[in-house]
């Protein structure tokens, strides 16, 4: 009979240490992003349980918050996008992502100083990186709401296509970058636009709210803007016009650089077909204030 207790003990207590590896149904992860002109977070969801390649896998789903920076006018909302879904698989004390159709090493658990992974991706078009792979560089405990967790300090080797650096702990993943990979620039004869992102805030129920800093977990939010996603705006880039549907030919269009100066404003026409051959080369803000309310996107002019 003793043995038999001794038995189920120790499987309870491997269960809860494998639940600690990641997280659980319905964890949110908050992420604040920025690039040139653009800000706002990007919002994950353990959303659902499926299976891919006979694995028992967690799907996550991404949506990213937008908000413009107009001089003068601060924070403007421009809507959500979904932009991502990932999916993960738990084994022992490792976790999985699912990466050009095979699954790879995303976060070991019970790796050592010293040890590395591939994280498999070999090259990134013509940001001249090559493969991506990751060095533990510290290891250690911490406790998050009177609970143990294993943490590891990853850095990426600075060839990597995609990288994963900081502190990352169990349960909840990255605590420094961003939550997955992301795409790494070795090219210094570009400099493509890409999001800086920077942890904010985690919580599920087996481990309650993470927020280190005491973060705003969704910034900018309650910024009073409707956001059309039905509205198409196109090309972009866009060399001399831009083409708008789905919305009113009574639309008030403003066109504004990134500096809040006004580069043009007129009504759009019935084709609408809104002339932009005459800005120069850049980033700007158009501004679509209709009948019902007001939408900002961002487009190039090349």
Known sequence: MKKIVLIFTLVFFGLIAKSQVWGDFGSTWHYSYWNI??????????????????RNCQKLEFMKYRFFSIPNAGMIFAGTIPINTEFTSVSGDTVF??????FRILYNFNAQVGDSWDLGVDTNDNFMCSKSIVVVDSIGTMLINNKTFRW?????VDSSSVVLNGKVIEGIGSVNEFLFPVIHNCNPAICPEIDNMQFLCFGSENMGIYNPLNSICEPYLGVETNSFDEINIYPNP????????????????????????????ITLSDNGIVNINDLAEGIYIIKLQTETGIIYRKFIKQ
Do not use: H, P
């Not at 002109?37 to 390649?53: A, L, R």
């Not at 992502?97 to 095979?102: A, C, D, M």
């Open 37 to 54: 002109g653009e800000g706002g977070f990007i919002k994950i969801q353990f959303s659902g349980d499926t299976v891919i390649q006979n």
């Open 152 to 156: 590891l300090y990853l850095r990426s």
């Open 97 to 102: 992502y699912l990466v050009k159709n095979n």
């Open 238 to 265: 866009a060399t001399d016009f831009l083409q708008i549907e789905n919305i009113s030919d009574k639309t008030i269009i403003s066109i504004f650089s990134m500096d809040g100066k006004i580069q043009k404003s």
